[in-house]
C-alpha cells in the first residue's frame, strides 16, 4: 500500500539522530522549557523571517494563545474558513470569541476576499488565514483588505512550514502565525508541538506569560493561562527533523510536478499550481472528481491510500450548528467537500510509487 504517510519509511540516518538528539535531552535531567526548547524557539523564529518564536504544546493552543495575547475574546469576531481543520475554528471558541465563516475560492479552496468582505462587522477583530494544503497566494491583497478594515490579519500556518510568498515566509504576514508540528505535518515532532511566531516584543511576551498559567515570574499569575508548553524532548527532535525539511520539501514538490505533468484524466483534475513554484509546500495534493468515494475505492485497489480534507465543512459539525456564516452562504465549500481527494504526497515515495499513483488514477473511469 502507498500510504499518505510513511514514517517508518525515513531515512536510518534521520533516526540515528534522533535517538542521539533524545539521548542528549534524557541525560541532561530536564524536560520542560530549558535550552532544547530556547535553541528551537531562536531557530524556527530565524527560518520564519521574524524575530519570535514561543513553542507551545500544539497548533490549536498556539491560534487560542495569540488571540488571548491580542486582547480578542468575548464579543469580538474572527472571521475565517470552514474548509480546515475543526481546531482552526475552535480555537477562536476557545479564546471567547466568535467566528464567523467565509466562503472559499473554488479554483484553491483558500478563502474567497469578496466572502470575507461581506462578512465584516462592526465586531470582527480579525481575519485568520489558513494556508491549506501548504498554499500561500495574493498575500498583499490580504494586508490590504485588512489595513482597510482596521482588522488584524493572523495566519494559521499548520500546513504550511517554509511556504512562502514573495520571499517572505509563512507567518511573517500577520500579526503572528500559528504552527502546529503534529506528526503529519510537513515539519512534525514525534508527538505534539506548536509554536506562535510573531514581531512583536510585547505579543510574544505575552504569549510566554499565558502557555505558562499566565506566570510571570515563578509563582506570580498576572493573568489566567493556559498548561501549553513544549517539551525538551520534542523540541530536541525538531531541531533534528527541521535539518530535513528542505529536502523533504523539494521532494513533495517533485512528487507534485509529476502528477501535475503525468495525471491526464477527463474525470479528475488536479488542484491549480501556483504560478511562484516555490510558494507552495504540497503538505497535501489535492484532486477533484464528481465520483470522489469511487475514485478513492478505485485506488484503494491498486494498492493507494487517499484521505479527504475535509469531508465535513465546520458550518454541517454537530457542535456547532449555529455558527455564524456570509449571509450568500458557504457553496464553494459545500462543493468542494464532496469532491475533494487527498492522494499520497510526501518525501518517502519513490518514483515507482509515484508512478502506480499516477497510473490508478488515469486507469480511472
Ligand atoms: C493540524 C492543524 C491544526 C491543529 O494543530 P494541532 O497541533 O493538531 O492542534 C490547526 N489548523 C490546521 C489548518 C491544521 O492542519
Not at 476557545?94 to 476576499?113: E, M, Q
Not at 501548504?134 to 478594515?149: N, V
Not at 531541531?239 to 510536478?257: K, M, S
Not at 484532486?287 to 484521505?307: P, S
Amino acid at each position: 500500500m502507498i500510504l499518505m504517510n510513511d514514517f517508518r519509511a525515513e531515512p536510518e540516518t534521520l533516526r540515528v539522530a534522533e535517538l542521539a538528539a533524545a539521548d542528549r535531552v534524557l541525560r541532561s535531567g530536564w524536560y520542560v522549557l530549558g535550552n532544547e526548547v530556547r535553541t528551537f524557539e531562536q531557530t524556527w523564529a530565524r527560518r520564519c523571517g521574524v524575530s519570535h518564536a514561543i513553542g507551545v504544546g500544539n497548533g490549536m493552543d498556539a491560534i487560542e494563545i495569540g488571540l488571548r495575547a491580542l486582547g480578542i475574546g468575548r464579543g469580538d469576531e474572527v472571521i475565517t474558513t470552514p474548509m480546515t481543520a475543526f481546531a482552526s475554528v475552535l480555537a477562536v471558541i476557545r479564546a471567547g470569541a466568535v467566528p464567523v465563516l467565509a466562503d472559499i475560492d473554488p479554483r484553491t479552496a483558500l478563502l474567497d476576499p469578496a466572502s470575507v468582505e461581506r462578512c465584516i462587522s462592526p465586531r470582527t477583530k480579525a481575519v485568520l488565514l489558513v494556508h491549506l494544503y501548504g498554499q500561500m497566494r495574493a498575500m498583499d491583497r490580504w494586508m490590504t483588505l485588512c489595513k482597510h478594515a482596521e482588522i488584524a490579519l493572523l495566519e494559521d500556518c499548520a500546513q504550511s512550514h517554509l511556504a512562502s510568498w514573495n520571499g517572505a515566509v509563512a507567518g511573517s504576514f500577520g500579526r503572528y502565525g500559528a504552527y502546529s508540528f503534529y506528526p503529519t505535518k510537513n515539519l512534525g515532532a514525534l508527538g505534539d508541538g506548536g509554536a506562535l511566531v510573531c514581531t512583536d516584543a510585547g505579543l510574544a511576551q505575552r504569549a510566554t506569560v499565558l502557555r505558562n498559567y499566565g506566570q510571570s515570574v515563578r509563582y506570580h499569575h498576572p493573568e489566567l493561562g493556559l498548561n501549553s508548553r513544549l517539551d525538551e524532548l520534542q523540541a530536541a527532535l525538531l531541531l533534528v527533523r527541521l535539518e530535513w525539511l528542505e529536502g523533504f520539501t523539494e521532494r513533495r514538490r517533485q512528487v507534485a510536478e509529476a502528477y501535475h505533468a503525468g495525471i491526464r484524466n477527463p474525470v479528475v483534475r488536479c488542484m491549480a499550481a501556483p504560478a511562484q513554484a516555490q510558494s507552495h509546500v504540497y503538505h497535501l495534493f489535492v484532486v477533484l472528481c464528481e465520483q470522489r468515494d469511487q475514485l478513492a475505492r478505485h485506488l484503494r485497489e491498486f494498492g493507494v491510500e487517499t484521505l479527504v480534507h475535509y469531508p465535513v465543512p465546520v458550518h454541517f459539525q454537530e457542535a456547532c450548528p449555529e455558527i455564524r456564516r456570509d449571509p450568500k452562504g458557504l457553496a464553494a465549500t459545500e462543493r468542494h467537500a464532496v469532491q475533494c481527494l487527498s492522494i499520497p504526497c510526501h518525501p518517502q515515495m519513490s518514483d515507482a510509487d509515484v508512478a502506480r499513483v499516477i497510473d490508478a488514477i488515469n486507469a480511472f473511469k
